[in-house]
């Protein structure tokens, strides 16, 4: 009982800790690579990104690399977000529980921008700028992860990722010169490839608590060195996740076998904006069906969410579809669809 209590106040001086470090920074436009902190999974998103405590299966990859000592054997997952402006984002991840060696996983992120116009400036236009057809842009990250189990009731893990983007090929102004032409001065462009690879980590920790399932969990995603463009330094989209996660119909209705009303509560701290809350809940009914609903507090765009899953066994296999909406103000609604594959 020491040794947990130990555990646990660890988890907990870390969070504090790491939110004075965040309290004296700036927490304005600190950070590049920002579709890493875009929620990837259909279910999580439908509790209101909640997930810190509460993630299951391979989707830990994405939110909690502490929690995938909870996948039992192989589990898989693929994930398809419409994000705004008809631009996609592709999770895929992959888990392996080795037993008393730890759990490894493997995952990938692109980031799909769709077709994006690209144009220079030309000052013999009477526009100012001519179109340079297409620009081939993408983003994508690779990550490999590791998790340990101490006990039966803390585990905590490790990702390291490399982070690659490639904006195009565009030309910038580097200095004036006196153009007797004109009898001024004109600018001279060089023109550049505009690409950059950098490595992040994310570390997360998971302790169950010993009562009605409930687990509190903690996750710093996306930790990385400053990257430079040109003249901008920026790092990844920082963030320090904690969580609470439990099934309160253990403690409401705790007879009954057939209902599981998982609610989770997460405190975000990102690098690049005020602190947030996201609330979110989930009612399982035979372990078939799930109705998901959350809200996410202190968002400029994206805030209220819902979704639904489907959970199908066959032999030793296990497969789960859900889906997820979110509302996102002046855009429309965001859509996510996640398939999970287990045995």
Request: charged share 20%; with cysteine; aromatic share 16%.
């Amino acid at each position: 009982m020491k040794k947990n209590k130990y555990i646990l106040l660890c988890l907990a001086l870390s969070v504090l800790f790491s939110e004075s470090a965040f309290a004296q920074m700036k927490k304005v436009a600190q950070s590049g690579m920002t579709y890493l902190s875009i929620s990837l999974g259909a279910r999580e998103s439908g509790i209101g990104n909640a997930a810190t405590a509460s993630v299951k299966g391979a989707q830990a990859l994405f939110y909690n690399p502490g929690r995938i000592t909870k996948v039992e054997g192989f589990n898989a997952i693929f994930n398809q977000v419409n994000w705004l402006a008809e631009t996609k984002i592709y999770g895929i991840g992959m888990v392996y529980n080795m037993g008393m060696y730890g759990a490894i996983g493997l995952d990938v992120i692109y980031m799909d921008y769709g077709d994006i116009m690209g144009t220079v400036r030309d000052d013999t236009n009477p526009l100012g700028f001519k179109l340079t057809g297409n620009l081939s842009i993408q983003d994508y990250a690779i990550g490999l992860s590791y998790a340990y189990q101490v006990n039966d009731r803390f585990s905590f893990g490790g990702k390291v990722k490399y982070a690659y983007e490639d904006l195009g090929r565009a030309s910038y102004a580097y200095t004036t010169v006196y153009d007797p032409e004109v009898k001024d001065d004109v600018l001279l462009f060089k023109e550049q490839n505009w690409d950059l690879g950098h490595l992040g980590f994310d570390f997360g920790a998971s302790y169950d608590i010993g009562y009605k399932d409930m687990a509190f969990a903690v996750a710093f995603c996306n930790y990385s060195t400053d990257m430079k463009y040109y003249s901008e330094v920026f790092q990844m989209p920082l963030t320090i996740r904690m969580g609470l996660a439990m099934d309160i119909a253990k403690a409401l209705i705790p007879d009954q076998k057939e209902i599981v009303i998982n609610t989770s509560i997460d405190a975000v701290s990102p690098i690049d904006y005020t602190n947030r809350v996201h609330l979110g809940s989930e009612l399982i009914y035979k372990e078939k069906i799930a109705l998901r609903t959350g809200y996410k507090f202190n968002y400029d765009v994206e805030n209220f969410s819902f979704g639904l899953g489907l959970l199908f066994d066959y032999s030793s296999y296990e497969a789960r579809l859900d889906y997820a909406y979110t509302n996102a103000e002046y855009f429309g609604g965001v859509n996510r669809f996640s398939l999970g594959i287990g045995f």
